[in-house]
């Protein structure tokens, strides 16, 4: 390291002023999120209470779950429009499986492997047809939209769910609602496989640079089908956990999921590493729509208004993102 | 009547492109402008032609100071560059691109074919009347001389005093070479001076009145060209008294040559068709060429197997039957692209993660595939410490680093997880955009890997480069392998004779 001290002390200099505006850059959103809660908590008095704010986890863990797929997605610059469609089916395999007698974890396997299969479905029409994965999974979308409504007629399927499964949806465990494990767990395995693997590398690698990852020995369609598949199977997994919080299969439940999802991920691209899609900006994400659906819904605002606030606020998210590096989707 | 550069100097970070150049340009003139790679004739070129703003200097027309802010700038100015790739509109007629952007309308906006096909060949007619070229065809169905000079044409669309041609027959075959000289050497008499870069020494004396001589960004001398000779130019672009050898030490490491790593047989990939290429552990092998001659395509199908339609493949004595990016890379080949932005590197990663992008198996935990930010980090920085990679710490973005560190990061991913080592290495422009002191690092990894066993096949437009690192150097001719240069036979005169297609 001798050799490179004499040019540190010219080199400090630039990345000193550097540092402080990318720091800025990279907790502009944080702080955003800070000053919109403790805005909520002043002028709201219920809140700032723990059982709301045990409910914000519990809205937020399913879209958070979404997000964190969406997140491979991003990271392999390949988009999933069919997850909202995909909550929804396995949301009504699961319940159909369970009132059909169906032992729990065969079930939950069942709506996992559901998942799996439309992954597979997207990353074979992506990587070996060629589609382009945002036109390809727009149609996959559509057809699962499809199915949803076909299998059930339209119709919320209810009665007879097992309690373990709706504990897992409506239960407690130490007094925190089990989705909140439930999150965590899945957040933290994102994150583990993002940052903390090689097969995470090679996802960011194939969305960051493809050619420089083939060049490298790399197996970009690999790790860009890889990618696909893991947003169908979290969002597979939402779903059997939002039928079991509702309490019912419903073929409508999911479609919310793809836009908020898609929010949280963009939102999370201003941080962090400000325009790459990471897990942990993809929490905060979702933990900054979950204060503002919470917060404006205690104020009492209409739903249609909370739509627009929501959109603008996904705007400036994309303004700052676009605005300070390259936004790379596709 | 001239264009004059004063004291142009050019400062990008880390190197200055161009140093105190001072130049006129006469509009009665076809002034040849030569140099090596590197030697700044490109930049000279961009900020004559409004492209690049200089760092200081000044530019006068005809006496008068001017700023020449864009290329629209100097096209108003009567400054017109038509560029050695060229750009033309494939799929479009001759006289569509002879008026591109410029096209007749009528008061719908609509385009008057009939107007725009007379105005066309009446452009031709002006310019060059001996000239017939069916304008109606379109530009792609035309022979190579033919669209050079609908470029040309195109470029004196408006009150143009001074066109800058940048290698205008690099393309072109032997017969059809001549017949654009003669259709360039008209221009100075109507007014219209040339400004020449060409790599072909006998062009540039045959078409040229004056020739201007860079290197390493500065101005070495303009001269007319009657008075010089070939050998004396070819010095001049060198820098050396009385023309023997290539002036470079060789700086031989002692290196033993071991068996065949890779041999190749009746290869053909795209347009390029190689009868036999062979290359040994321990040896560089160079590859030259001028612009399309299939140099750089050939090494890349070594490696990638793009464009590869037949050819029998040995490594290491084994037969193969595939070659692409995957295998070749766990079978041991290693490679260098050009433009590592886009071929190597991800802009948007740290110098760590991008030396580890070939083997982050070598800083896991065990063999789990679970990375090891510590092990990374010590990992990263071996690398950095031994191509003395200049970066605050494996942290910085790859992004901020200069080229010649990016390069070297390049390099080095390839020899992060240090257990790992190439049979065979192939690098494509391995100095593009780096400047002199990282150069001469990276000619000293090349021998040094060389010296560990790696068989290394360079290819590079500089010359120099390769006069200064290889064993042997493989001509390419029109996608065609030609005879073998040795060592002791290097010079500048051979190199370029032999790319010209001159066997010695």
């Given at each position: 390291?001798?050799?490179?001290?004499?040019?540190?002390?010219?080199?400090?200099?630039?990345?000193?002023?550097?540092?402080?505006?990318?720091?800025?850059?990279?907790?502009?959103?944080?702080?955003?999120?800070?000053?919109?809660?403790?805005?909520?908590?002043?002028?709201?008095?219920?809140?700032?209470?723990?059982?709301?704010?045990?409910?914000?986890?519990?809205?937020?863990?399913?879209?958070?779950?979404?997000?964190?797929?969406?997140?491979?997605?991003?990271?392999?610059?390949?988009?999933d429009l069919s997850v909202g469609y995909m909550v929804g089916l396995s949301g009504i395999l699961v319940p159909l499986l369970l009132i059909s007698g169906v032992p729990l974890p065969l079930a939950l396997l069942a709506g996992v492997g559901a998942g799996f299969a439309v992954g597979a479905v997207n990353s074979a029409l992506v990587t070996l047809v060629g589609v382009p994965s945002l036109i390809a999974t727009l149609a996959t979308g559509s057809i699962l939209y499809g199915i949803n409504f076909l299998t059930t007629g339209g119709r919320a399927i209810y009665g007879g769910l097992p309690d373990a499964y709706l504990w897992m949806g409506q239960g407690r465990l130490l007094g925190i609602p089990v989705l909140a494990y439930a999150m965590v767990l899945f957040v933290l395995l994102a994150w583990f496989l993002m940052e903390r693997t090689i097969f995470g590398r090679y996802i960011y690698a194939a969305g960051g640079n493809l050619r420089a990852a083939e060049?490298?020995?790399?197996?970009?369609?690999?790790?860009?089908?890889?990618?696909?598949?893991?947003?169908?199977?979290?969002?597979?997994?939402?779903?059997?956990?939002?039928?079991?919080?509702?309490?019912?299969?419903?073929?409508?439940?999911?479609?919310?999921?793809?836009?908020?999802?898609?929010?949280?991920?963009?939102?999370?691209?201003?941080?962090?590493?400000?325009?790459?899609?990471?897990?942990?900006?993809?929490?905060?994400?979702?933990?900054?729509?979950g204060v503002i659906n919470n917060g404006l819904n205690l104020v009492g605002m209409d739903t249609y208004i909370q739509s627009i606030v929501k959109g603008l606020i996904i705007l400036v998210a994309v303004a700052i993102v676009s605005r300070t590096t390259k936004l790379k989707l596709l | 009547m001239a264009v004059s550069l004063s004291g142009i100097v050019m400062q990008y970070?880390?190197?200055?492109?161009?140093?105190?150049?001072s130049v006129d340009f006469r509009f009665d003139e076809v002034h040849g402008l030569i140099g090596e790679n590197g030697a700044g004739k490109t930049t000279l070129v961009s900020v004559l032609a409004g492209s690049k703003l200089p760092t200081a200097g000044k530019i006068t027309i005809d006496g008068r100071q001017a700023v020449l802010h864009s290329a629209g700038d100097a096209l108003r100015k009567g400054i017109a560059h038509v560029s050695q790739e060229g750009c033309l509109v494939p799929?479009?007629?001759?006289?569509?691109?002879?008026?591109?952007?410029?096209?007749?309308?009528?008061?719908?906006?609509?385009?008057?074919?009939?107007?725009?096909?007379?105005?066309?060949?009446?452009?031709?007619?002006?310019?060059?009347?001996?000239?017939?070229?069916?304008?109606?065809?379109?530009?792609?169905?035309?022979?190579m001389a033919d669209?050079?000079?609908?470029?040309?044409?195109?470029?004196?669309?408006?009150?143009?005093?001074?066109?800058?041609?940048?290698?205008?027959?690099?393309?072109?075959?032997?017969?059809?070479?001549?017949?654009?000289?003669?259709?360039?050497k008209t221009l100075p008499a109507r007014g219209v001076g040339i400004v020449l870069i060409s790599h072909f020494l006998?062009?540039?004396?045959?078409?040229?009145?004056?020739?201007?001589?860079?290197?390493?960004?500065?101005?070495?001398?303009?001269?007319?060209?009657?008075?010089?000779?070939?050998?004396?130019?070819?010095?001049?672009?060198?820098?050396?008294?009385?023309?023997?050898?290539?002036?470079?030490?060789?700086?031989?490491?002692?290196?033993?040559?071991?068996?065949?790593?890779?041999?190749?047989?009746?290869?053909?990939?795209?347009?390029?068709?190689?009868?036999?290429?062979?290359?040994?552990?321990?040896?560089?092998?160079?590859?030259?060429?001028?612009?399309?001659?299939?140099?750089?395509?050939?090494?890349?199908?070594?490696?990638?197997?793009?464009?590869?339609?037949?050819?029998?493949?040995?490594?290491?004595?084994?037969?193969?039957?595939?070659?692409?990016?995957?295998?070749?890379?766990?079978?041991?080949?290693?490679?260098?692209?050009?433009?590592?932005m886009e071929n190597a590197l991800v802009a948007d990663w740290d110098v760590r993660e991008n030396l580890a992008m070939v083997h982050p198996q070598h800083a896991t935990f065990g063999s789990t595939g679970v990375l090891s930010p510590r092990k990374e980090v010590h990992e990263a920085n071996e690398i950095m410490s031994l191509l003395n990679i200049k970066a605050h710490s494996s942290a910085q973005m790859i992004k901020d680093l200069s080229g010649g560190n990016k390069q070297k990061v390049s390099i080095g991913k390839w020899l992060y997880g240090a257990g790992e080592r190439y049979s065979l290495m192939i690098f494509i422009e391995p100095t593009?955009?780096?400047?002199?002191?990282?150069?001469?690092?990276?000619?000293?990894?090349?021998?040094?890997?060389?010296?560990?066993?790696?068989?290394?096949?360079?290819?590079?437009?500089?010359?120099?480069?390769?006069?200064?690192?290889?064993?042997?150097?493989?001509?390419?001719?029109?996608?065609?392998?030609?005879?073998?240069?040795?060592?002791?036979?290097?010079?500048?005169?051979?190199?370029?004779?032999?790319?010209?297609?001159?066997?010695?």
């Amino acid at each position: 390291m001798n050799a490179t001290s004499q040019t540190l002390a010219g080199a400090k200099g630039v990345t000193a002023s550097r540092g402080r505006k990318d720091w800025l850059l990279r907790y502009s959103t944080l702080f955003a999120l800070i000053v919109l809660f403790l805005g909520f908590a002043i002028t709201v008095d219920r809140f700032l209470t723990a059982s709301n704010l045990l409910n914000i986890i519990q809205q937020i863990s399913m879209l958070t779950i979404v997000g964190a797929g969406l997140t491979f997605g991003f990271a392999a610059r390949e988009m999933d429009l069919s997850v909202g469609y995909m909550v929804g089916l396995s949301g009504i395999l699961v319940p159909l499986l369970l009132i059909s007698g169906v032992p729990l974890p065969l079930a939950l396997l069942a709506g996992v492997g559901a998942g799996f299969a439309v992954g597979a479905v997207n990353s074979a029409l992506v990587t070996l047809v060629g589609v382009p994965s945002l036109i390809a999974t727009l149609a996959t979308g559509s057809i699962l939209y499809g199915i949803n409504f076909l299998t059930t007629g339209g119709r919320a399927i209810y009665g007879g769910l097992p309690d373990a499964y709706l504990w897992m949806g409506q239960g407690r465990l130490l007094g925190i609602p089990v989705l909140a494990y439930a999150m965590v767990l899945f957040v933290l395995l994102a994150w583990f496989l993002m940052e903390r693997t090689i097969f995470g590398r090679y996802i960011y690698a194939a969305g960051g640079n493809l050619r420089a990852a083939e060049l490298s020995g790399v197996n970009g369609r690999f790790y860009r089908a890889a990618a696909l598949v893991v947003c169908s199977l979290f969002a597979a997994v939402a779903g059997a956990l939002l039928a079991a919080r509702l309490g019912s299969g419903q073929p409508n439940a999911g479609e919310r999921y793809l836009l908020d999802g898609l929010a949280t991920v963009f939102i999370g691209m201003t941080m962090i590493r400000p325009g790459t899609a990471t897990v942990t900006g993809t929490f905060f994400g979702a933990l900054f729509i979950g204060v503002i659906n919470n917060g404006l819904n205690l104020v009492g605002m209409d739903t249609y208004i909370q739509s627009i606030v929501k959109g603008l606020i996904i705007l400036v998210a994309v303004a700052i993102v676009s605005r300070t590096t390259k936004l790379k989707l596709l | 009547m001239a264009v004059s550069l004063s004291g142009i100097v050019m400062q990008y970070p880390g190197t200055r492109a161009l140093d105190d150049v001072s130049v006129d340009f006469r509009f009665d003139e076809v002034h040849g402008l030569i140099g090596e790679n590197g030697a700044g004739k490109t930049t000279l070129v961009s900020v004559l032609a409004g492209s690049k703003l200089p760092t200081a200097g000044k530019i006068t027309i005809d006496g008068r100071q001017a700023v020449l802010h864009s290329a629209g700038d100097a096209l108003r100015k009567g400054i017109a560059h038509v560029s050695q790739e060229g750009c033309l509109v494939p799929g479009l007629s001759a006289a569509q691109n002879i008026l591109l952007g410029d096209e007749p309308r009528n008061a719908l906006g609509i385009i008057n074919k009939r107007e725009l096909s007379s105005r066309a060949a009446a452009l031709l007619e002006k310019w060059f009347p001996e000239v017939s070229i069916d304008l109606d065809m379109t530009i792609d169905s035309l022979p190579m001389a033919d669209q050079k000079v609908i470029e040309i044409v195109r470029a004196l669309r408006g009150d143009i005093r001074l066109l800058i041609l940048d290698e205008p027959t690099a393309t072109l075959p032997a017969r059809e070479k001549e017949n654009l000289w003669r259709i360039i050497k008209t221009l100075p008499a109507r007014g219209v001076g040339i400004v020449l870069i060409s790599h072909f020494l006998s062009e540039v004396k045959a078409l040229s009145d004056r020739i201007t001589v860079l290197r390493d960004g500065r101005h070495v001398s303009t001269l007319a060209s009657v008075e010089a000779s070939e050998a004396q130019l070819v010095d001049l672009m060198l820098q050396r008294a009385g023309g023997a050898g290539t002036g470079t030490a060789a700086a031989q490491v002692t290196r033993t040559i071991g068996d065949a790593v890779l041999e190749l047989e009746e290869w053909k990939a795209g347009a390029v068709e190689v009868d036999r290429f062979a290359i040994r552990s321990g040896e560089i092998v160079g590859l030259i060429g001028l612009t399309g001659a299939g140099h750089f395509g050939f090494a890349r199908s070594i490696y990638t197997g793009e464009g590869v339609v037949r050819g029998e493949t040995r490594y290491k004595g084994q037969s193969l039957r595939s070659v692409n990016a995957r295998d070749m890379q766990k079978r041991g080949v290693a490679f260098i692209p050009d433009q590592r932005m886009e071929n190597a590197l991800v802009a948007d990663w740290d110098v760590r993660e991008n030396l580890a992008m070939v083997h982050p198996q070598h800083a896991t935990f065990g063999s789990t595939g679970v990375l090891s930010p510590r092990k990374e980090v010590h990992e990263a920085n071996e690398i950095m410490s031994l191509l003395n990679i200049k970066a605050h710490s494996s942290a910085q973005m790859i992004k901020d680093l200069s080229g010649g560190n990016k390069q070297k990061v390049s390099i080095g991913k390839w020899l992060y997880g240090a257990g790992e080592r190439y049979s065979l290495m192939i690098f494509i422009e391995p100095t593009e955009g780096v400047d002199i002191g990282a150069k001469r690092e990276i000619h000293g990894h090349l021998k040094r890997l060389a010296a560990q066993g790696a068989a290394i096949i360079v290819t590079s437009s500089d010359l120099m480069e390769i006069a200064d690192i290889s064993d042997r150097v493989i001509p390419f001719v029109g996608g065609r392998a030609h005879p073998i240069i040795e060592r002791a036979d290097f010079s500048e005169i051979r190199f370029i004779s032999a790319m010209a297609g001159v066997i010695q």
